[in-house]
């Protein structure tokens, strides 16, 4: 298999094969069965299919660190190879998330990994980004196997978020709970996909017993000042609101 990728006239290469193209010689290691050369801002791939696919895949990571102006080091390529490689994912905390049952998701990319290992490592993250990029599914799947494990000091999980713009809840009928609903049907559907129950009641069940229990909690921000948390993991969702 041969195949020919374009890297844009307007990206300096050295950013992405590095100095004195150590990177693009780290990736020629990673695949000793390809032959990869580069012509100008083309960079041609011939060999088997399997090696082409996964080479391209950690090519493709490479050039979108480099439309970022981020440096790309060999760390950073050991950890993507581990990433877009399936293979390589056997029992490694880079590359997934283990809940219950042995569900688990895998990081698509170098900064979910970073962000799942700032969360590891830290009190308090910030994660900032555009919509679909994983931030509230990667935080929550998380924070559910802290709380599900009972060898962590985590037992509730509170997910904050307003539900309008101000610090009012809204004038329609209902209690908190039920002018909440609709705002909660995203986290729902998340925890839905990460226990994968045989059918809607059972999931519907399980969803209740983990809210009786106050395992996940739905706060708005018009009711959580002066509320102390303990044992908690605390999600603030639409945090720019």
Known sequence: MTLEKTIPFDQELVNIFGVNDQNLNYLKS?????????????????????????????????IIMGSKNETIEIPDLELIAKIKNPEKLENSKVSQLNVIDNKFIKVKNLNQFKYLETI???????????????KTFITLFNALGDVLDPHTPYDKIYIVRSLVATREIGFL????????FLYQIPYKNMVKYMFEMPSDADFQML???????????????????GTTLDRAIIIVDEFQN
Do not use: C
């Open 207 to 225: 969803y209740g017993n983990l809210k009786a229990q106050d395992t996940i909690d739905f706060w708005s921000t018009s009711f959580i000042r």
């Open 120 to 134: 590891d490592n830290s009190t308090i993250t910030f994660g900032i980004g555009p919509a679909g990029t994983g």
């Open 173 to 180: 009928p209902g209690d908190h709970d039920d002018k909440s």
């Open 30 to 62: 990673l695949f000793p069965n390809l032959e990869i050369n580069v012509r100008g801002n083309v960079i041609y791939i011939n060999g088997s299919t399997k090696d082409t696919q996964e080479a391209t895949r950690i090519l493709d990571e490479m």
